[in-house]
């Protein structure tokens, strides 16, 4: 059974930082990409940045040189590392293993996300 469990979100101020984490278990973790996502109210979930198996990495442009992702397969973790962050980045972030090919989840059901807010 897969489980996807993020953490690490908040209240922050525009221009300040937030690290998420995600642990997945019922996943051949090593060999998966895995990616996060994030969906704003009234928006659809949309993917912001992913790693592969050999992380190599790939970002939305909106949070290039942002934002950072990382993984730690011994403890099957995922990272999101978030700078200089803005209030247009206010959403639920959610993680899952990414298809390359076509960039979409592959597993369901979702993790319950972890809820970001920028505001001052």
């Known amino acids: 059974q897969v489980q996807l469990v993020e953490s690490g979100g908040g209240l922050v101020q525009p221009g300040g930082s937030l690290r998420l984490s995600c642990v997945a278990s019922g996943i051949a973790f090593r060999f998966n990409a895995m990616g996060w996502y994030r969906q704003a109210p009234g928006k659809q979930r949309e993917l912001v940045a992913a790693?592969?198996?050999?992380?190599?990495?790939n970002y939305a442009d909106s949070v290039k040189d942002r934002f950072t992702i990382s993984r730690d397969n011994a403890k099957n973790t995922v990272y999101l590392q978030m700078n200089s962050l803005q209030p247009e980045d206010t959403a639920v972030y959610y993680c899952n293993a990414v298809h390359l090919a076509t960039m979409k989840p592959l597993f369901t059901p979702w993790g319950q996300g972890t809820q970001v807010t920028v505001s001052s």
């Open positions: 790693i592969t198996d050999v992380r190599s990495t």
